[in-house]
Each structure stands twice: as C-alpha cells, then as structure tokens.
C-alpha cells in the first residue's frame, strides 16, 4: 500500500461528510518504522504527503496513532509514546505505572465514583470500566483531538455510568458535584505532568472533593523541577499521608495520597486483596503489594525517598513485548 491508495478509514462518520469534517486516515508509516501504519484525524482533502513529512520532522500539531503487529500506539510527537493499546486485548494495562496506578484497588476495593483525569489512549478508564462495573467513572480531559482518538483506542460508549469530560482539570476538578472516592491523576503535556497542577493551592482543593476515605493517585513525569514542586505541594496538601513508588520503568514516580489523616495500611488485609484482584484482573497486585508496603516502611523511618530523574526516551516497545509475553 502507498500513499495513493491510502484506506480512508470512515469510524462512525457518515459518506456524506463534507471536505472539511474530520475522517480517519491510514497510511503506511514510511520513513517511520517499517511495516506500521499511521493513523490521522484529518479532513477528507488533507495533503498526506505534507502531515505524513510533519509528522517525521516533529511539526505535526495534533496526536496521531501508530500500529504495529500486536499494538496501537498514541503520540503527540515521536519522541514518547503517550498511551499504547494490544489489539488483541484492548483493556488491558501494558505499561508498569499504569498497572502500579491500579494499586488503588489495594485501598479502596468498591470505589462509587472514580475521576481519571488524562485520557490518553483511555487505559485507565477501560481498566475501571471493565473491572469496577458498579461505580460512576468520569474522565477529564482538555484536548478535544485527544478525545476523538477514544474510537481508535476502543473506549467504552459514554452512558449514565460513564463519560467523557472535555475541561481544564485544574478548573474542573475543585468544582466536583459529588465527592469521589479516587481520583486517577495522568495529565501531562509534552514535557511531563502539566504545569497547572503545580499550583500551590489545587491539591488542596482538590482534598476537598473528596470523601473522607478517598485517595488520589498521581503520576509525576518530565522536568525535575516542575516535578519537584508537585510532590512538594502533593505532600503539603495531604500532610504527608502519602506513599511514594518508582514506576519500573524508573522514569515515573507514582504518588498515593490518602485524606484520611490516621489512615494507618492494614497489609495482612492488603495482601488477601491482592490475591483476590491478581485472579479478577489477570495482573500480579502481590508485586504492588510488596512495593507499597517496601516503600511505605522506608519513608516512614525517613531512610528512603525515590529519587526525580530527569525523562528519557524510554523504549517503551521494548516494555510492551516483556509484557505481552509474560502474559
């Protein structure tokens, strides 16, 4: 296939869309990876060649896709890989800070209402709608590009359960009708976490929109001191009721964050959890278990803190396939 009989892929458009409306295009990813396709969000008249030459040279201003055999990746530029999908099993967790993210479920087993801010390919909100079928689960995300992509990456249909927010989440969240049990916090732009969440006072707001035994869950990425100044503020919010991890992938720190004041683990308790959630989700919790509870011992003695590292590229194909094989 070449760019000339490229597949104009219509996913839920209708034939008679005008020039201007947005359709699905598939190309072959040349002079990207051999063998992938490329897939844009773009007009039925769109110039192939010129989006196809911006995307190679890093001027491409919207998100694009990438297959391969096994899996479907999100960027915003070739530089990251923002979210990644296997096509044969579309809700499943690939990388290590998302499945370390789902350690939630170790604290608060039957959430009501879950926020995921950050949609990216959707992981977290297909990993929630799949495993949590009784709570309310609300994702946030500002960029409305982004959340077309949902079709792609197999997101659920919005329903009285589940939706889709398009927002600020520093502006959004603060505001929450009802108070949330967990709120999943992967907002990044292309240079970490996003700048406004930096705000000395959102975390403490965002406290507020909480239930007493509720919990937020970050992840901190990108520049060492923008990333600093969150888990500073992060720790200051929630009087450091927290627990620290280092993804495995050791370029993610993952934050827990409880508003219980004398919230105290039960591990014993924890770790029957964690058997039973290894057999609901097909992922190993006794791992998370065990970072947690390893990670939680050290901070409170003061002897331990993971370090900030500044981002790499990360080989995060390489990632996906250890994982598709230990599957």
Not at 78 to 91: A, G, K, T, W
Not at 278 to 293: V, W
Not at 297 to 324: C, D, F, T, W
Request: hydrophobic share 45%; charged share 20%.
């Amino acid at each position: 296939m070449t760019l000339f009989n490229a597949v104009q892929a219509d996913v839920g458009e209708e034939d008679d869309a005008s020039a201007s409306e947005c359709i699905w295009h598939c190309i072959p990813a040349e002079g990207l990876w051999t063998g992938e396709l490329l897939w844009l969000h773009e007009p039925r008249d769109v110039n192939l060649h010129h989006a196809l030459k911006q995307v190679r040279n890093g001027k491409y201003k919207k998100p694009f896709a990438l297959d391969s055999i096994r899996t479907r990746r999100l960027h915003f530029s070739l530089r990251y890989v923002q979210s990644e999908m296997l096509l044969d099993f579309p809700n499943a967790l690939v990388f290590s800070y998302t499945r370390q993210m789902a350690g939630f479920l170790l604290f608060c087993p039957r959430p009501e209402k879950v926020v995921v801010v950050g949609l990216g390919g959707g992981s977290l909100t297909k990993f929630c709608h799949e495993q949590l079928p009784s709570a309310r689960i609300t994702t946030v995300e500002i960029d409305p590009e982004v959340i077309a992509f949902g079709e792609l990456f197999h997101l659920p249909p919005q329903s009285a359960r589940h939706r889709v927010v398009q927002a600020d989440a520093a502006e959004y969240l603060p505001t929450l009708a009802n108070l949330a049990d967990v709120v999943l916090l992967d907002g990044c732009d292309e240079q970490g976490i996003a700048p406004a969440f930096c705000d000395p006072e959102f975390f403490s707001r965002l406290r507020s929109r909480l239930r007493p035994q509720g919990m937020v869950v970050v992840n901190i990425i990108g520049l060492v001191g923008r990333a600093t100044t969150l888990l500073n503020n992060l720790r200051c919010a929630f009087a450091d009721q927290v627990i620290v991890l280092n993804a495995r992938s050791a370029d993610n720190r993952i934050v827990f964050a409880f508003n219980d004041p004398w919230m105290q683990p039960d591990w014993q308790q924890i770790e029957a959890r964690a058997e039973r959630l290894t057999k609901q989700c097909g992922m190993d919790f006794h791992q998370i278990a065990r970072f947690l509870r390893t990670a939680a011992g050290m901070q409170l003695s003061g002897s331990y803190l993971p370090p900030l590292v500044p981002p790499r590229i990360r080989n995060k194909r390489r990632e996906a396939i250890r994982h598709i094989f230990r599957e």
